[in-house]
């Protein structure tokens, strides 16, 4: 008979299944169900107006902080040619 102080149990099974997402096809998917069923409540074609108006405003905005980024960078690039190489 064997006394084990400590037992250690068996390790456990890993199983992953890795998920894909095609955002054009599902974007796609949302237009053809918005135009297909007519019968569809108006509440959700609310939703879906609201979810594309925030995309939308989410990207312009991305935009507008990039174009931002790149005129600091800019801004200091000068300042230090003008402290330091002048």
């Known amino acids: 008979m064997k006394?084990?102080?400590f037992k250690t149990g068996?390790?456990?099974s890993?199983?992953?299944r890795?998920?894909?997402y095609d955002k054009k096809k599902e974007e796609?998917?949302?237009r053809l169900k918005r135009y297909t069923k007519p019968e569809e409540v108006e509440s959700e074609r609310l939703k879906l107006k609201i979810r594309e108006t925030w995309r939308r405003r989410d990207s312009s905005n991305?935009?507008?902080s990039q174009r931002t980024f790149y005129i600091y960078i800019i801004a200091a690039i000068l300042l230090l040619?003008?402290?330091f190489f002048r």
């Open 14 to 16: 890993f199983n992953y």
């Open 10 to 12: 068996k390790p456990k």
């Open 18 to 20: 890795p998920l894909f």
């Open 62 to 64: 991305r935009q507008a």
């Open 81 to 83: 040619y003008f402290i």
């Open 28 to 30: 796609m998917e949302e």
């Open 3 to 5: 006394i084990v102080a």
